[in-house]
């Protein structure tokens, strides 16, 4: 059964040798006496073609075939391969013998036309892996893992696996799935026959006994694998996450899934310094490995998805990131306030119109800003010597605004738990991540790469939902 995959057929030298393939047809041409398919298996970006000839003679079985054949019939063909005599491809398949493994009905199949846009696509996820966009979208994102992976197990990083249900809130700030296997519909019917009248929100709250859920307590899928990664870095000195990542926010952007994937270096005697010198160099092996091992593809998103979009990321690799502190950024953003609906002043949370103001109209690159005042990011990120800053740093990239985001991590106990019940967080929730300030303490620092935004970044894609199989975001969930 098992044949050749196109990708391989396509890197030979064509010297009239059989071959065999399978795959789906994207086209079918008949014009008198020829007969072309093109035919693609995903392998690669390109489609290969196969020949009829009537003039050599084509059998009443195989014309019978060819009759039954429509765009997405899926098939198995043996043939010669040879120099194409056409325009367009280099080599084509003589083909001998050809068999349908499945139809594709034209009157149902949704894939007809070339060009579906991408909201009905979406509607086919199923489906859409097998149109030119959503194939090399799906192959960069497998390439991307894999150079992700290379980066960090050169360069002596362990592979960590954090928890995908945790009873800690890493960001200490809401917005995540609780995980139950407590009956809510009987939990309901409960409060009502205790009697609707005025009942209390605390009384019908302790109606919910968590002692008797799964897990004994309240437990959540996770934000981020950062505060378990700290505990293996404080062992291991350099590790890495890589998994999804789950957030309730109600907010349907472009940029935003409810369930994304995450990589997360953390690294012990690190500072921010190491940590951004890391972020940047991270970033570029993985546009660089796009740019030089997946051509075909960027290829086609630099023609029909992002004009110029090779051109840029080549620019980007070859060029310096900008760094710049958070209080100096604001202090640029507060020349322009003219251009934004939210104005920026020192203390406000950068907004997306900000961070794109910064690397489209100011430095035309990639911008590291650092030092954040510490109201607006995590606990858990080190205080710096003005009591006012924290060590934070985010990447932020033309077209989008922020792909990573990090810090140098607070590794003061003292400070760390004076930060937490600042912020009116429990520090016994915490007990264990205290701890790896208690024993054996070393200054460290990590990040967050969101992988679909590096993906948006990559291939030029407008919309987060077209570069991960089977978006999740508020209401959609449907495959
Ligand atoms: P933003 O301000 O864009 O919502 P954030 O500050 O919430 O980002 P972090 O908590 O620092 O982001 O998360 C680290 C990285 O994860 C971000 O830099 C981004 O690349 C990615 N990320 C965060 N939230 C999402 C999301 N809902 N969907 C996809 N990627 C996300
Ligand atoms: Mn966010």
């Known amino acids: 059964m098992k044949t050749e995959l196109i990708r391989n057929i396509l ?16 086209t079918k041409r008949d014009s008198k006496n020829l007969v072309f398919l093109q035919v693609n298996d995903g392998s690669c970006f390109s489609s290969i073609q196969l020949t009829f000839d009537r003039e050599k003679g084509i ?18 063909a043996k043939g010669i391969l040879t120099v194409s005599p056409g325009k367009g491809q280099a080599v084509e398949v003589l083909t001998e013998n050809i068999k349908i493994l499945g139809e594709a009905p034209a ?3 949704p894939l007809q036309k070339k060009n579906h846009t991408f909201e009905f696509l979406r509607e086919n996820a199923h489906l859409r892996a097998r149109t030119n966009t959503f194939g090399a979208v799906a192959r960069i994102r497998s390439q ?23 009873t800690s809130d890493a960001e200490g700030a809401g917005e995540m799935f609780q995980v139950t296997t407590l009956d809510l ?35 959540n899928l996770t934000v981020s694998g950062q505060l378990e990664a700290e505990t293996y870095a404080t062992a291991l000195s350099r590790v890495y996450t890589f998994g999804p990542t789950f957030r309730a926010e109600n907010s349907n952007t472009t940029r935003h ?33 796009a740019l030089t091992k997946c051509r075909e593809d960027m290829e086609f998103f630099d023609q029909r998805i992002q004009k110029g979009l090779i051109e840029t990321l080549t620019n980007v690799v070859n060029s310096e990131f900008i760094r710049i502190t958070y209080t100096d950024a604001v202090k640029e953003l507060e020349k322009h306030n003219g251009n934004f609906e939210f104005k920026a002043y020192w203390g406000c949370d950068l907004q ?37 800053t924290v060590r934070a740093m985010d990447v932020l990239v033309p077209g989008l605004g922020e792909i990573i985001g990090g810090s140098q991590r607070e590794e003061s106990y003292d400070k760390l738990l004076s930060r937490i019940t600042e912020l009116g967080l429990k520090p016994e929730d915490y007990w264990w991540y ?6 054996g303490s070393v200054p460290h620092s990590g990040f967050g790469l969101g992988f679909e935004r590096l993906l948006l970044y990559v291939t030029g894609m407008s919309n987060i939902r077209d570069v991960i199989p089977y978006p999740r975001a508020p209401k959609l969930a449907d495959f």
């Not at 209390?200 to 437990?219: M, R, T, V």
Request: glycine share 4%.
């Open 11 to 26: 890197s030979l030298k064509a010297e009239n040798q059989p071959v065999e393939l399978s795959g789906w047809v994207r």
């Open 59 to 76: 059998s009443p079985e195989t014309e019978d075939t060819l009759k039954k054949i429509t765009t997405g019939t899926s098939v198995v």
């Open 107 to 109: 009157e149902t199949y």
């Open 144 to 166: 991307m893992a894999y150079a992700l992976h290379t980066f960090f197990q050169e360069q002596g990083f362990q592979y960590v696996h954090t928890p995908i249900i945790t």
């Open 185 to 219: 519909k009987a939990l309901a019917e409960k409060a009502v026959s205790a009697g609707n009248k005025g009942m209390q929100p605390e009384k019908a709250a302790s109606l919910i006994d968590y002692s008797k859920d799964f897990f004994g307590k309240p437990a």
């Open 257 to 289: 899934l409810a369930e994304f994937w995450m990589c997360e270096p953390e690294m012990a005697f690190y500072d921010l310094k190491d940590n951004m010198d890391t972020a940047e160099a991270f970033v570029k092996h993985l546009l660089n490995w």
């Open 352 to 388: 997306s119109e900000h961070e794109r103001y910064l690397t489209e109209q100011i430095f035309k690159k990639p911008v590291i800003v650092t030092d954040y005042p510490k109201e607006i990011k995590a606990f858990y990120m080190k205080l710096n010597e003005d009591g006012k």
């Open 434 to 439: 205290l701890d790896l300030r208690k024993f």
